[in-house]
């Protein structure tokens, strides 16, 4: 006799949104993952941030069709009773069934080995300029390489965690070790928590790290209001502190983008040596300690202190670009205060995103982000496809009037520094109190 399905409402389900406690529905049938999340391989936070919600589109960007055999494991029994799915998302599910009947996602071409290829032969260039060269031009030079490296081998760590880019997992854990933690000294377990977390809540205040610069930087004045982060699960205070460096942020986003590395190590650090559970602590705790052997050894090499500051520096600044390009994507998009929701997979990631108008030539640069709105509906594509499937995604945006833009890379420059100067401006003229401090005192007294 066949066997009466159980239903559950969408106002029942959300009720199971807490730890110890988490209930999914992927494709109307609901999930328990309350055991899941403390080995989910993307980590708890996806988890937590979406339970008790239809997370159906959100699930097919971020997995395989592979991992679909995880999930009878986690089926509670029951079906949501009022599953609909809407036109923008069905439309988003098929043509990610297209895509991946055309094999777009496992035909990765030669990029990968092209890349490390060159990233060896900068690696060697640098090495030689230090220690087989008297010139302060040329270690000067050598410190900008090591910049462009550091670049490089970053774009092959965002895809690595996004995607299998080698042959087998071993492989694709190497290379992540190796690139992020080994030559670049930034845990890529901490990269893969802290942007898994970015592309579930894009532009939220709230839930989306990448824009949580408090207090050096803020997109929005609705961060005035003391918004809680909920990934650092703290406070984000406007205080009289975060007012003075806001109030002048436009004027401060380019110095601080060149030595926003530091930032990068010091998180690494807190993470792996924190009580998050993590996957791996120990390769990723090793990696950074290599890392951290040979490039002081190597700055150490140069004659006098003087050229070794030059060259750290050179090579934190030239690195500074990308730090630039991954803010230029979302600053001066729409934001939104709240948590993320899994229903509206397509709707989220085009309006909190922009792309970079490029030649095909300049591809190599931007290393994907020139498609950050393909690559945020489709992260596990290949970058290699991200300009191929961009006219299908254009039509699809414009079919249910939802935004694409783009902008040069000068232009979304230009965008991105008007945003901060705007809500420098609004700092600057608050109305409502915060604690102040001598140096605000001193810089905006009258006279």
Request: glycine letters at 8%.
């Amino acid at each position: 006799m066949t066997e009466t399905k159980r239903y559950v409402t969408s106002s029942e389900l959300k009720t199971h949104n807490k730890p110890g406690d988490l209930w999914i529905c992927i494709k109307g049938k609901v999930y328990d993952v309350s055991d899941w999340v403390k080995t989910h391989p993307g980590g708890d936070l996806p988890l937590l941030n979406l339970a008790g919600q239809d997370v159906t589109d959100a699930y097919i960007a971020l997995h395989p069709p592979t991992a679909y055999h995880h999930l009878d494991n986690f089926f509670s029994g029951y079906y949501l009773k009022d599953y609909k799915v809407s036109g923008a998302s069905n439309d988003y599910r098929k043509l990610y069934s297209e895509f991946n009947k055309m094999g777009l996602f496992e035909n990765k071409g030669h990029g990968v080995l092209i890349s490390m290829v060159f990233i060896a032969l900068m690696f060697c260039v640098c090495v030689y300029g230090v220690l087989c060269s008297e010139s302060w031009l040329v270690h000067l030079a050598s410190g900008g390489l090591m910049g462009f490296l550091w670049i490089q081998s970053g774009w092959l760590g965002h895809d690595s965690g996004h995607y299998q880019i080698m042959v087998d997992r071993k492989f694709n854990r190497f290379a992540q070790i190796l690139t992020g933690n080994c030559l670049a000294g930034i845990s890529i377990g901490w990269w893969k928590r802290n942007h898994t977390a970015h592309h579930i809540a894009v532009n939220s205040l709230e839930y989306d790290p990448d824009l949580q610069h408090m207090p050096v930087f803020v997109v929005s004045s609705k961060f005035f209001d003391s918004l809680t982060s909920k990934y650092y699960e703290r406070k984000l205070k406007f205080d009289g502190l975060t007012r003075l460096l806001v109030s002048y942020q436009h004027f401060t986003y380019y110095p601080v983008m060149c030595l926003a590395r530091l930032n990068l190590f010091a998180q690494s650090f807190m993470l792996l040596l924190s009580n998050t559970p993590m996957a791996n602590r120990g390769e990723e705790l090793f990696g950074l300690f290599v890392f951290w052997v040979w490039y002081p050894l190597l700055v150490s090499c140069l004659p006098n202190w003087g050229e070794r500051v030059m060259f750290v520096l050179a090579s934190f600044s030239v690195t500074g670009i990308q730090h630039v390009q991954f803010t230029l994507n979302h600053f001066s998009s729409t934001v939104y205060v709240g948590e993320p929701r899994g229903n509206d997979w397509f709707e989220k990631q085009t309006n909190g995103t922009l792309n970079i108008t490029c030649s095909e030539f300049m591809d190599w640069f931007h290393g994907g982000l020139q498609f950050q709105i393909e690559h945020h509906l489709f992260p596990r594509l290949p970058r290699c496809h991200l300009r191929k499937i961009s006219p299908f995604v254009k039509d699809l945006c414009k079919k249910h009037g939802l935004p694409y833009d783009s902008a040069s890379f000068y232009k979304a420059n230009e965008m991105t520094v008007a945003t901060l100067r705007a809500a420098a401006l609004q700092a600057r003229d608050l109305t409502k109190p915060v604690p102040k401090n001598l140096v605000w005192e001193a810089l905006n007294s009258p006279g």
